[in-house]
């Protein structure tokens, strides 16, 4: 098992940029495929992004590809990811997830064990 700890969220304009960051422990994350969650208000928990336990491929939510980058540091036992030209839509609580190897299937919860406590980001002018 791998404990998360998220930071980083906070309050942005549209068009605004905005680094989380999600600290592990326990086990590196060299094994693990991470991913970040959101969840707005009423709203299901979304996928936005993945990156699997080789470091490559990537995956992204079609709403924010090009704008979000996922990337991970080993040495760190971190997972990043990189928000830009940030929109009201984007606004939700931020969660990171992880599994031990290959997810199930990338873009579903279920197929994650561990997960962190969220951060909020909030884009509003």
């Known amino acids: 098992q791998v404990q998360l700890v998220e930071s980083g969220g906070g309050s942005v304009q549209p068009g605004g940029s905005l680094t989380l960051s999600c600290a592990a422990s326990g086990r590196n994350i060299s094994t693990y495929t991470m991913a970040w969650f959101r969840q707005a208000p009423g709203k299901e928990r979304e996928f936005v992004a993945a990156?699997?336990?080789?470091?490559?491929?990537?995956y992204y939510l079609s709403t924010v590809k090009g704008r979000f980058a996922i990337t991970r540091d080993v040495s760190k036992n971190t997972c990043y990811l990189q928000m830009n030209n940030l929109s009201p839509e984007d606004a939700a609580v931020y969660y990171c997830?992880?599994?031990?190897?290959?997810?199930?299937?990338?873009?579903?919860?279920?197929?994650?064990?561990?997960w962190g406590q969220g951060t909020q980001v909030t884009v509003s002018s």
């Open positions: 990156i699997t336990f080789g470091g490559a491929p990537t």
């Open positions: 997830a992880a599994v031990q190897r290959r997810a199930r299937q990338l873009n579903s919860a279920t197929s994650y064990t561990d």
